[in-house]
């Protein structure tokens, strides 16, 4: 740096403004109390992040444990994210439609469709087991094609083909299972045991969770490293340490939890790697930003040259196929593949738990995570009401009347977005 | 570097162009004018791949080109700053200045783009508090000048600029036109649209007048107002059978009111 003209140099001269800190009229947060009140002002402005579905899920969980203490225990946790995640892996799917501002009503019968697929495949027809899972998630992928292909060339609005979809691919998963209405999946085989019995080996669980939070670490690190260098603010390396610790503290501590009986699904495991991926692809890829364009203005995103019917394209096509392996996962669950499979509130929780965990309605606002956090509270829901011993008409009332306040926290936020700008 | 012939543009029975000839040349800046509903944007879309011409051919550097989507005419070298900016208000600034167009597809690389964000945003002295926050949050002012930034990003042939001095103030006016002239200095071709003729004056070549989707004359920058004028409202010349006109035109307007 320079001396100043006039020699007097005793006064430490003042760094040059950091690239992005130039405008005087914005106020930054600095440290650690800062950012606390960064995300106070964030969410009064109607960008609620995760916040709603992680205070009901509180709610949820206090509320059902007063009534039955062992929901909470151990063991039915890890029932809990068994049965999470088949429905999960269906919900994330949705996420990638609800991103374009589309939907996709069909994905239970699809699901459905899959399982008596791969049943008849492999027990009836003696194909070998990964290839009519292979055989099953192709033909959900030619499924959501055709959806896509409908509505970028015919102009059919989604929520009209994948209407008759439902109709259809049930439809066809009676006509496949007709002669005998179920087919049971061999109980040993390693399908099933996946979907009902392993368990990710404790110490296994442990080093994942171990080895997650060092990844999150060193990828923050490297970031504020490449900022300072490059003149951008960044967050005190505090902050980045803490964030990093907490995860890993939680997670070990869920871990430690689950592994007091049966311990960490694999299912649940695929499950959860499924979302850090899909989660990856929104946020990182160009890919993702492109969907995310595309859901919040087709137009411009048009017009910057992205292929937008590719993108729908994209989006229908793997939110066919998450819910094809989401039913192929149940039967594996159920070691069945019948003609309920798919059926009833299969279709209406996969969306539902996206949009419980914060993936917008009308488009270009979601999470992987959503389907996650959301999924949880729906089988929160399911499994305390099990252990009440109350009846599903209590549960689809509740799970209801839950959606409902999930749409309507959307519809403000959205509200209150517009009115202080953060559309 | 880029010719029109015989561009036409047909709404269903709205008759957008019809027969629209000009040139644009390398290092040159060719203005637009025209009044409201003249055609202009129609035009810059149909320039951009945007519309489709329904009559006529397009030639880029020498060569017919066939403008079939936006993404054609960006590779070409065509970048656009639209009349309605085009957007994404649910994404940041440094997403919608390199959508479409960013850094390492697989892994973005956002430290390098917000970095080279400021350095386009500052350029054109902007007034941006921060590029991490929603467009919505932008006024219009600054939307427009992320329009600007992003389509300086790719290093263009041929900028078209559709009115991009609406919404700005005093001196990102003065750097835009700055701008305007810097582009040109560097042999890039420039066409843009205003209202504001201090503005056409200050930095056009060539004014090519728009009249009900038809070319109306070519005028240069040291033109008479009144040309100017009476070659944008197809009045005649001088200023009193312009007024006479408005009179009259008043009085029909009364005439055909119930
Ligand atoms: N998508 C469309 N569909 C039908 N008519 C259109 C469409 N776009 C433009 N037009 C018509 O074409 C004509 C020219 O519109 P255009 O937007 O090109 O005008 P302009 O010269 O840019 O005007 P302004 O100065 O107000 O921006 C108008 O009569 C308009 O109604
Ligand atoms: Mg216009």
């Given at each position: 740096m320079s001396k100043p003209k006039d020699g007097v140099s005793d006064i430490p001269l003042l760094d040059p403004p950091l690239l992005d800190r130039a405008d005087v009229r914005v106020k930054h947060a600095t440290g650690i109390g800062g950012a606390f009140e960064a995300f106070i002002t964030r969410v009064k402005s109607g960008d609620l992040g995760f916040l709603p579905v992680i205070i009901g899920l509180l709610i949820i969980c206090t509320v059902f444990q007063i009534l039955?203490?062992?929901?909470?225990?151990s063991s039915n946790l890890a029932n809990l994210l068994f049965d999470s995640s088949t429905i999960g892996v269906i919900s994330l799917g949705i996420v990638c439609v609800l991103m374009v501002a589309q939907i996709d009503l069909s994905v239970g019968s699809v699901s459905g469709f899959a399982s008596a697929l791969v049943g008849t495949l492999w027990?009836?027809?003696?194909?070998p087991v990964p290839l009519a899972i292979i055989a099953a998630l192709i033909i959900g992928a030619l499924i959501g094609a055709a959806y896509a292909f409908l509505f970028n060339w015919?102009?059919?609005p989604s929520f009209v083909s994948t209407l008759s979809g439902l109709l259809a691919f049930l439809g066809l998963q009676l006509y496949i299972l007709r002669s005998t209405g179920s087919i049971n999946l061999p109980f040993g085989s390693p399908l099933v045991s996946f979907g009902q019995l392993l368990t990710v080996p404790s110490w296994l669980a442990y080093a994942l969770v171990a080895l997650a939070a060092v990844g999150v670490f060193v990828t923050n690190y490297r970031t504020e490293q490449r900022r300072k260098a490059s003149g951008l603010s960044t967050q005190p390396m505090v902050s980045v340490a803490i964030k990093a610790l907490a995860i890993f503290i939680g997670l070990e501590f869920i871990v430690f939890y689950l592994n007091?009986?049966?311990?960490?699904p694999w299912i649940f495991g695929l499950f959860v790697v499924l979302v850090v991926a899909m989660n990856y692809a929104l946020k990182q890829t160009q890919w993702g930003r492109s969907l995310t364009a595309v859901g919040g203005n087709p137009e411009a995103a048009r017009r910057s040259g992205i292929n937008v019917r590719r993108i729908y394209m994209s989006a229908f096509m793997i939110c066919s196929t998450l819910a094809a392996l989401g039913g192929i996962l149940a039967a594996a669950r159920l070691a069945s593949a019948s003609?309920?499979?798919?059926?009833?509130?299969v279709n209406l929780n996969a969306i539902a738990a996206a949009v419980i965990g914060?993936?917008?309605?009308?488009?270009g606002r979601g999470s992987a995570y959503s389907a996650l956090l959301g999924i949880i509270v729906i089988q929160a829901i399911s499994s305390g009401l099990t252990l009440l011993d109350l009846s599903s008409s209590l549960r689809y009332m509740i799970t209801g009347a839950v959606l409902a306040i999930a749409v309507i926290v959307d519809s403000l936020s959205r509200r209150s977005r517009m009115s202080s700008g953060r559309a | 570097m880029l010719s029109l012939r015989g561009i036409s543009k047909h709404f269903g029975a709205v008759s957008?162009?019809?027969?629209i000839e000009f040139d644009v040349h390398a290092g040159e800046v060719v203005a637009l004018v025209g009044d409201n509903g003249a055609g202009k944007s129609t035009l810059v879309k149909v320039l951009a791949g945007v519309h489709q011409p329904s009559a006529g051919e397009i030639f880029f550097d020498g060569k017919p080109v066939k403008l079939a989507d936006p993404s054609t005419a960006l590779n070409l070298g065509i970048a656009t700053v639209f009349q309605d900016l085009a957007?994404?208000?649910?994404?940041?600034v440094v997403a919608n200045i390199f959508?479409?167009?960013?850094?390492?597809?697989?892994?973005?690389?956002e430290v390098g783009m917000e970095v080279r964000a400021w350095t386009l945003l500052n350029e054109l002295s902007a007034r941006i508090p921060?590029?991490?926050?929603?467009?919505?949050?932008?006024?219009g002012g600054q939307r427009q000048t992320v329009a600007i930034a992003r389509s300086l990003l790719l290093e263009p042939k041929l900028i078209m600029l559709?009115?991009?001095?609406?919404?700005?103030g005093v001196a990102q006016t003065a750097e835009v036109l700055d701008l305007i002239e810097r582009v040109r200095a560097r042999g890039l071709g420039v066409l843009m649209i205003s209202h504001n003729m201090e503005d056409v004056r200050a930095v056009a070549d060539r004014i090519v007048v728009l009249r009900l989707g038809r070319n109306n004359g070519i005028l240069t920058p040291d033109a008479s107002n009144e040309e100017l004028v009476s070659a944008i409202t197809?009045?005649?010349?001088n200023s009193v059978t312009r007024r006479a006109g408005r009179r009259a035109q008043r009085e029909h307007v009364n005439e055909a009111r119930p």
């Open positions: 039955n203490p062992v929901f909470l225990s027990v009836n027809l003696g194909w015919l102009g059919m007091q009986t049966r311990g960490v003609q309920q499979a798919g059926t009833g509130d914060g993936t917008s309605l009308f488009g | 957008a162009l019809s027969d957007l994404c208000e649910n994404l940041d959508l479409g167009r960013e850094q390492n597809p697989w892994h973005l690389d921060s590029v991490r926050e929603p467009i919505a949050s932008l006024s559709d009115e991009p001095t609406a919404a700005l197809g009045a005649s010349e």
